[in-house]
């Protein structure tokens, strides 16, 4: 399910300058992010016993962060509080960043002095270790092209690892197809002849910590 805020007619962007060097905005996330969570509130109370809630997140709509030009719908600090069992992090990205295995580095998201954007692999793992957001509710997406995370597989699961991470989604898209096409005759299609037995060697060491594993992460 992907979950698009909207603002009200005549809810228009605000900049002020902050003494970060930032723009904050008096925006649409004031009153989308506390409706967000009374809305997975209310969805999770109608699911069956057995079945998860997960919210899919892009570092864009993340408040307090200037990934999302500081105008994201989603309130990690209030997530953490809510009823949701799972977040995936969608970091496709073939950066890894610096301090990959320094473990978790949380960004302080505050809405009136946003951090800076850290686009890069462990950027967004530290996005998952702020807000006080549970790390064994964490899911971190990867992707399997070059574009993805499929040149840095290794480090990013050492980076993931280092902070707590047990759980990984995984969006098996095939190389150079231009669509998401990731299944043949013979089943996933791996564009690294590694890719998968990484994989296969991190589910093996988290197997106690009730390690999860999705393949075919929601995309945008």
């Known amino acids: 399910m992907t979950i698009a805020a909207w ?19 008096d925006s649409c996330h004031i009153p989308y992010a506390g ?4 809305f997975v509130n209310k ?14 997140v892009i570092a864009s709509n993340v408040d307090g962060d200037n990934c999302s030009g500081n105008n994201g719908y989603l309130d990690l600090h209030q997530l953490a509080g809510s009823a949701i069992d799972r977040l995936i992090i969608e970091d496709y990205t073939s950066t ?4 990959s295995s320094a473990g978790c580095q949380p960004v302080t998201l505050d809405h009136n002095n946003p951090a800076p954007c850290d686009p890069s692999f462990v950027g967004q793992l530290n996005l998952m270790c702020s807000g006080g957001f549970p790390a064994n509710k964490v899911v971190v997406g990867l992707q399997t092209v070059s ?7 290794g480090q990013a699961l050492s980076a993931l ?5 047990t759980k990984v989604a995984v969006f098996p898209s095939a190389e150079g197809t231009g669509d998401y096409t990731y299944l ?3 089943g996933l299609v791996a564009d ?17 910590l009730n390690a999860a594993v999705t393949v075919g992460a929601p995309s945008p």
């Open 7 to 25: 603002g009200p007619s005549g809810c228009q962007l605000k900049p002020t300058w902050s003494p970060s060097s930032n723009f904050v905005f």
């Open 43 to 56: 969805f999770k109370a109608q699911l069956g016993s057995g079945l998860l809630l997960t919210v899919d």
């Open 96 to 99: 890894l960043g610096s301090g």
């Open 147 to 153: 574009s993805g995370t499929n040149p840095i597989a």
């Open 161 to 165: 690892e280092s902070r707590g991470f």
């Open 192 to 208: 690294k002849p590694d890719w998968y037995s990484l994989l296969e060697q991190f589910l093996a060491a988290k197997n106690t």
């Open 184 to 186: 043949s005759s013979a």
């Open 35 to 38: 409706k967000f969570v009374a």
